[in-house]
């Protein structure tokens, strides 16, 4: 089983609907999370990072996380064809200091 | 521009080859990774230095070695290259977990 786990995709929505984006841990004591945008070619770049239970929100970007059920997810609110890219789960957890696990990533299709 | 420089960029080797990537960052940050990231796998680290002067292994450690030069620097070797490390390789740099700042990658195939 893999640590962090995220359907390839890809998911395909259309221009201005949201992007729903689901995220599971197998790694209870994993603290913080975190999803990086990459696009083809080039590397991750952070998009938002959660440590709390609960949503946070930034700008378009929302992350959610529920510990006690493992997962952590994004929404894309107002889809742009910019956002078309891969976007990667990672964790951290108390054990492995600072080093990120990644998931697979997504790979999200925006379509005008 | 402050960030991680890698190189070089593109490299074709011959299985059994050797050769070692760069990775330097200049924003003073204490620990530097380097991953590895295959189709639908995302990234996986190889090794990575908490801070200058210790290393330790990864998730996928095997094939590689590694120097931290210095507090910059950070070097991955291939001793004996083989198809199987073809992939693109990431060098980062951070001091705490929401700071990675990643390079843009080396594409490395090995026929």
């Known amino acids: 089983q893999k640590e962090v786990e995220q359907n390839s995709g890809p998911l395909s929505v259309p221009e201005g609907a949201i992007a729903s984006l689901n995220c599971t841990y197998s790694?209870?004591?994993?603290?913080?999370f975190f999803w990086y945008r990459q696009y083809s070619g080039k590397s991750p770049e952070l998009i938002m990072f959660i440590y709390s239970n609960g949503d946070k929100e930034d700008g378009r970007f929302t992350a959610q996380l529920n510990k006690a059920s493992q997962y952590v997810s994004l929404l894309i609110r107002d889809s742009q064809p910019s956002d078309s890219a891969t976007y990667l789960c990672a964790v951290t957890g108390k054990a492995a200091g600072n080093k990120l696990t990644f998931g697979g990533g997504t790979r999200v299709l925006v379509k005008p | 521009n402050a960030g991680v420089t890698q190189t070089p960029k593109f490299q074709v080797l011959k299985t059994g080859q050797s050769m070692t990537l760069q990775c330097a960052q200049d924003?003073?940050?204490?620990?530097m990774y380097w991953y590895r990231q295959d189709p639908g796998m995302g990234l996986r680290l190889i090794y990575y230095?908490?801070?200058?002067?210790?290393?330790d292994k990864g998730e996928v450690p095997n094939g590689y070695n590694v120097s931290r030069l210095n507090k910059r620097e950070f070097s991955l070797r291939l001793e004996s290259a083989a198809p199987s490390q073809t992939s693109v390789y990431f060098c980062?740099?951070?001091?705490?977990?929401?700071?990675?700042?990643f390079g843009s990658g080396t594409r490395l195939t090995v026929v």
């Open positions: 790694d209870r004591g994993s603290q913080s």
């Open positions: 924003m003073n940050h204490n620990s």
């Open positions: 230095s908490a801070s200058e002067g210790t290393t």
């Open positions: 980062a740099s951070s001091d705490r977990d929401s700071d990675y700042t």
